[in-house]
């Protein structure tokens, strides 16, 4: 099992470019959640999804948007990146029910210039 | 309006010391409290987590102690090794809602 992977790993982009960050999970987990980390900041949750077509908002969702399409794949997009973006991005999953535990992937760094 | 509340932010302890982190959170709906951890490069990753009702929850050198009246919990991290040296996020939901973390503590274990 691969857990949870994200794509890419490294990304520059310029002031007003889109860019999509793939998230993959192979456990079969209902839940998934984009969030950032910035210094000082935590990590803070961006939008999430409780099922395959569904998806909400975190506590900092402006200037991003989500799809799930299918269940094991999670996609955030920037359409206009700002340099406010500039973050460290994490994917994590979780099962339904009473099993509370996220499985994060290892990040995607993002500058944006 | 920040939920769970972390401290402190960075932390050095000498090897084989004490580590201790705190946190205190707000909502008494909140009936799951994790503590994660990260190393530099990675994704967080669970260590240990606690219910409300129990009061300490161990395993190996890490303990949870929860104080439910207080509204606080925390870390402990037993002979702390240079290996330890990471940042740890505490946490905490209620059943079918989001996760809220704290700010995270930057643990450095010296020799």
């Known amino acids: 099992n691969a857990g949870v992977t994200q794509t890419p790993k490294f990304r520059v982009l310029k002031t007003g470019q889109s860019m999509t960050l793939l998230c993959a999970q192979d456990?079969?987990?209902?839940?998934m959640y984009w969030y950032r980390q910035d210094p000082g900041m935590g990590l803070r949750l961006i939008h999430y999804?409780?099922?395959?077509?569904?998806?909400a908002k975190g506590e900092v969702p402006d200037g991003y948007n989500v799809s799930r399409l299918k269940k094991q794949n999670f996609l955030l997009g920037l359409e206009s990146a700002a340099p406010s973006q500039t973050s460290v991005y994490f994917c994590?999953?979780?099962?339904?029910?009473?099993?509370?535990?996220?499985?994060f992937g290892p990040g995607t760094r993002l500058t944006v210039l | 309006q920040q939920q769970v509340k972390q401290s402190p932010q960075s932390l050095i302890v000498q090897k084989g010391g004490i580590s201790i982190i705190n946190c205190a959170y707000e909502?008494?709906?909140?009936?799951?409290f994790p503590w994660y951890q990260q190393f530099p490069g990675k994704g967080p990753a669970l260590l240990i987590a606690?219910?409300?009702?129990?009061s300490e929850k161990k395993e190996g050198r890490f303990t949870i102690s929860f104080n439910k009246s207080a509204k606080q919990f925390s870390l402990h991290i037993m002979d702390s090794q240079p290996g330890d040296s990471a940042t740890y996020f505490c946490?905490?939901?209620?059943?079918?809602?989001?996760?809220?973390f704290g700010i995270g503590t930057k643990l450095q274990v010296i020799p």
């Open positions: 994590a999953s979780r099962s339904g029910g009473e099993a509370r535990t996220q499985y």
């Open positions: 456990m079969n987990h209902e839940y």
């Open positions: 999804s409780v099922g395959e077509g569904t998806t």
């Open positions: 909502n008494t709906a909140f009936d799951y």
């Open positions: 606690i219910r409300p009702d129990v």
């Open positions: 946490a905490a939901s209620m059943a079918h809602q989001k996760v809220t």
